[in-house]
């Protein structure tokens, strides 16, 4: 019995050892040094002059705050169409963008950011026409090119509606417009869907005086404007669709989060849906960003790399065309 | 059409030699080969004719047979840890003669020492790429808490790799870990791993024998692109009650064997406990263990079998096991519990019939099962996931010894198929079921085989096969042809070189995540439409030699093999949260591996162990993945090195030391991050990573060194054996995996990117014991 307690003392003692010593270790790798390489963003649109925004990337490891996106100013960057290549010139702008910063225990505060930007007014986009894109820089050399897609024509905008009951027996009506179009046969394609909430602006004249100041004004003309648009996530392919009829859903906001919508004040929805095709490199592209998103921090999932066109580079140089809709039909009543 | 008419000259050409010499007068000598203490046959045991400087080898079931013309012969019989013996034959008529190999002499017989006999299977048979493992050298390695594996045993074979630290997944030849076949007593085991790949299923104490194929692939197996692995469970003693187990930190286990009628039937029941949470929950404290959840395993191996005549036997075998993690905590207002069990179930039934002294037959029923589930249950609302595969076999293998030239196999097998990849259950309340997905598929597989082992002449031998698998699901039904080819040319008593050829196919294909090794959620699927199945070309040279009177053993062998429509998941998929029919989530690509083997092994002696050592590549190419650029593959190890020793003091004390070394495998890191607007149109820029590469980050080589030691306690009844073994003497912090994360900068206290190794297995000491009586 005495030598049964013995065994089984140096037992638990080697077990408790086994639970002790077991444990993780984390030890801080040193990974290979990462040279930074242009990240190329620039897309396309027919009617519009090119706009190519040169940014750089950096190592991932090292400090997360990151201030300002490093943009890139002594690169010359050329569009080439139609054997003629035009040079865009530096710009400087506050624009839509912002950077923002990333503070410790990952809270985000955003701030304005001067965007950098390289463009010119001598270039319209056209439609079917192939654009060459050139960014040179001491020691860095970086080509990609576009075909400006034909735009797809919204062939109809229907209302529907459908209704189901949740698990636990409650009644839902889902209402939405149903965009039906028909893919271009023969050809890669992406479509994205973007709807608009038009709000009618009232348009004004002034009355002045002979020494130019405002007497008076009224109301000339009321216009229906876009207001807050959505672009819905999903990129559509015609992957195994070659030349199909497509219905693309346009969700209305009574099951959306409609508050971040202002409601509008009329009793009867104004929409605009826009139909982008785009060009198949800014489809893989945009499909790469969701995906990498989506799915970042799954250790069981298949890492995303971003998708890019830029030989020498990272980005995108993608071009789009855009069909558009308006729906003013039917009343939404909302609670 | 021109390729199936080759093959099929090939296969009458086979045919018409095994014709031609069994025409001609010879007598026959066959029996079974056993061990005189407890009965069991001997699986691959050596019969040499020293007249004609040829042999054979006995099959899975102990039974040799040689065809020579009349004449007065030494037969020698030998098996690695066995006495060797030797017979003087008179051959003038068909002779029947059973031998028992052990301690045990008999009358009239030469014993001749281990020294003297030759034993050159490994130079003198057309097989390559093979390597028969007996299980009393296993056991003499150091053990990992206490519990021998057979599976991180043979990870330090040649060309064999491990896969994260103390797993026991292996890698063959550049190949995947669904690659590789597992048979146990002739049913295929879809997991063979406990504790999510840390331990396998097999119990040492109930095996017999287990032979690793890598390449020169035998016709009678297919299936698989880069191994088999065939286990033999032990028959039971048909001699004397026994009983044998050990009892370790984190399991226990016991054996029992013994005769049903003596000399004729017998029985053997093997069990294991995996014990380690349950002893940590007892000695916890009851508000502790409330929040913690169990886990354990269990694993039963019970084999029944009858010497039915002379010529009939029949063996009923098979394979429980299950690991189980469950959870249960209930508070005043409700009551939350999971439990995921999931293991494997194997039946097989096996008639052994012997047709006359040339023809021997094996008939099999087998029953193989495999499944996870995970149970969800709060409150009212239930949760329940299962996927697995269940196979029904029938199949039957002829063994056809016309001559002494020929060793003949040929076989039919049929297997149905029911795969369950995911079908998942919700239910409010116990009869109330909200929805339900199940997909189901069956499919059937079929194949027949013919092999010859033919030895043309003193110098020459050929390993000739063919293999005519068929598939067939309901979309697609694929047929293949197989050839096997092996060569072997000897260049001096000591030395042969050797050369092979071998086309495998796999219908049937397992989808992990790349990015966490084997997992009991990994589903298996078949071929389909979509999924064409995977195949494989290897071809593979090798110089086999013999030193100091083959107390060495030494060969080199290089390798090339190329795989076709290989799987992964596209970029941004994984087996989990997916409403895609799979085969819309998977991209298809190709592989390709070559390397050199060198191993040495010094047989006997009281310093024995083995050198191996594999300098290896491995490369994929797909077409969406990595650009469509070449990269390597997750476990592209390009060096690997074992050192396995062992000493014996005397015949109580004995000294263990393993050495391993390997490089780092290969993960998938982001190295940069760049600027763009969110989601390619948002007003707000956001960062994205910079993957670089594929599999490009490579991770620190590992190493580790294990020692043990081991003391005999010899008592008149029984024997037992202390283990006092330290696995990671120097305490290497190996790495197991890596991830990346944010952490605080402790001088300037601002956030950094930081990437983590994470190592797991320290220096660890156990102790166990183990009994026999």
Redesign the interface.
Known sequence: MKRFNTIHK??LL??S???I?????????D??E?E??I?V?SILEPGKNPQVFL????????????NT?EFVKDAEVSIRVDGQSILLDLETGFD?????T?????YYH?ED?IALFYYTTEMDIEVGKTYELSVNRPGQALTASTTVPNPVEIDELVYEESTWTS?WGEVYTDEYLKAIFTDVEGQENFYVIEQSFLQQQLQYEYEYNEEGEIIGEFVSDTLDAPNSSI?W?DIMSDEGLDGYGFSAYVWLPSQRNYWQYPPPDIDTIRMEVKLRSISPE?GR??D????????DG?????????WSNIEGG???FGSLGISEARYYDHIVYFD | MKRILHLSGFLCLLLCLCTHVSAQQKYTLSGFLKDAENGETLIGANVYINEIKTGTVSNNFGFYSITLEPGTYSVFYSYVGYEPKSKQIVLDKDIELNVNLGTGLELNEVVITEEKIKIRENVERPQMGVIDIPIKQIKELPVFLGEQDILKSIQLLPGVQSGSEATAAYYVRGGGADQNLVILDDAVVYNPFHAAGFMSIFNMDAIKNLSLYKGGFPAQYGGRLSSILDISLKDGNNQKFEAEGGIGQITSRLTLQGPIQKGKSSFMISGRAFYYFSLIRAMVPKSIRQSMPNYYFYDLNPKLNFQLSKKDRLFISGYYGDDVINFKNTSDTDTTEYSFPWGNKTATLRWNHLFNQKLFSNTSLIYSDYDFTFRFREGDYQFKLVNGIRDLTAKIDFDYFPSVLHKVKFGLSYTHHKFTPVTDVEAIELDTLISENTRVYEVDEFAAYINDEYTVNDQLALNLGLRFPMFLNDDQQYFGIEPRLTAKYTLDENTSVKAGYTLMNQYIHLLSSSTVSVTPLDLWLPSSKVIKPQNSHQVALGLFKNFKEDMYEGNVEVYYKTMGNQIEYEEGESLFGTDSEIDSILTFGKGWSYGAEFFLRKRSGRFNGFIAYTLATSQRRFGELNNGNIYPAKYDRRHDLSVAVNYDFNSKWSFSALFVFGSGHNLTLPVGRFYVPYNGWGSQYSYYYDYVEKNGYQMKAFNRMDVGIKYKVDRKKRTGEWRFDIYNVYSRRNPYFVYLGIDRDRDSNASKYYAFQVSILPMIPSVSYNFKF
């Open positions: 140096l037992f080697l077990l050892l086994g639970c010593m077991a444990c993780e270790q984390k030890i801080a790798l990974l290979d990462y930074g390489k990240v963003q940014t750089k990337s950096r190592a991932l490891l090292g400090f997360s705050d990151v996106i839509e963008y912002s950077g923002f990333e503070t410790p225990g990952g955003y950011t698990e672009r996530y800014l592209f945009y790469s960003l969701e995906e990498q998103d989506w799915n799954d250790p069981t999932v298949e890492p995303v790399r971003i990272l980005g995108i």
